[in-house]
């Protein structure tokens, strides 16, 4: 037989983000009742007392009766939980009326039994892949849980949805068959050390400036004098004209005084 999980609420008129924001503050979760063919119902939670009721229960898709102040219990299901993004509390509930002859769809998380053969001896590492699986059942079929034995996976191996066991006079999994639950695998440091072991590359080499040696100092150096040579040979060429044109005027000079001295006599 399955416990009772009792929720007492009580009625909320007040709606809108800054009235959510002062119900809070107050010390109580804001939430809404959802029914098939009525609207939602706004009710308040008080939040320590949730918050206590949840540390006993590892799934947040479960059956309550929600019991509001001045109305007749009610069998619900806590369908959705908004939690705050950095502190982690619970923000915003929604719940929504069942009927428990009607079957619901629902998800419920997977749970990891046992230490994995591929872990302990092999020293491999468990990668659990798929934590939640959506199924069809009855309400009060709901499971919190599903325990999933991965005690014999080895290296190599893994689990599907197809291997979980479940009565299927009572649940229907809608989850594909063939999605991987958990595997074990090899550490990903040790493949990538053991790849170079293959064919183990060479080592780069290190490449410096060449040291000219002293037959090639010494050509240097006598190519060195002789572009000196040839560069100063052509600068002189060059500047030699430039100083003869300037003292032309000189000779033309001369025959003048000669002509001033014969006009005189």
Known sequence: MKETIIVRAESRDRVGSSAMGRVRREGRIPAVVYSEGRPGENVQIVAHDFAQMMKHHHSEQMIVDLDVAGTKPRKVLLKAMQHHPVKGNVTHIDFYEVSMTRKLRVSIPLRLVGEPLGVSQQGGILDHLLRFIEVECLPADILEDIPIDVAELA???H?????????????????????????????????????PAEGEAAEPEVLTAKKPEDGEEAEGGKDAAAKGGKDAAAKGGKEAPAKGAKEAPGKDAAPKAGKEKAGKK
């Open 155 to 157: 290296i190599g191996k």
């Open 159 to 195: 689990l599907s949805v197809k291997d979980i066991k479940l009565d299927a006079a009572k649940f229907t999994i809608l989850t594909g068959a063939d999605v991987a639950i958990a595997a074990v695998s090899m550490p990903k440091a040790e493949e990538e050390v053991a790849a």
